[in-house]
């Protein structure tokens, strides 16, 4: 299980410094909204490692941001953008 959690905390790791590069780049809504998507792929990660390891500090934060991240994608993805918006 010590090895599972090490995937998970490193996958989550440089999942999070990806994101905020494509994030912080700022080249665009499509880059920006699968940065966001990798967040939230990042934030899975990171609950997985916290259930495994019984953080629930760590898993209640990485639940929220999972949220904000999948609403982020959503608007940066999926919803239209109103005219003159």
């Known amino acids: 299980m010590d090895t599972l959690v090490t995937v998970l905390k ?10 905020a590069t494509m994030v912080s780049l700022d080249l665009g809504r499509r880059l920006t909204g699968w ?5 939230a792929v990042s934030a899975l990660a990171w609950i997985g ?8 500090a760590l898993g ?6 999972l949220l904000i991240d999948l609403y982020g994608a959503y608007r940066y993805l999926i919803r239209k953008v109103p005219p003159g918006g």
């Open 49 to 56: 490692g916290a259930v495994l390891t019984k953080d629930f």
């Open 35 to 39: 940065g966001l998507v990798l967040f």
């Open 10 to 19: 490193w996958t989550a790791s440089g999942g999070g410094m990806i994101a």
């Open 60 to 65: 209640t934060q990485n639940a929220v941001l």
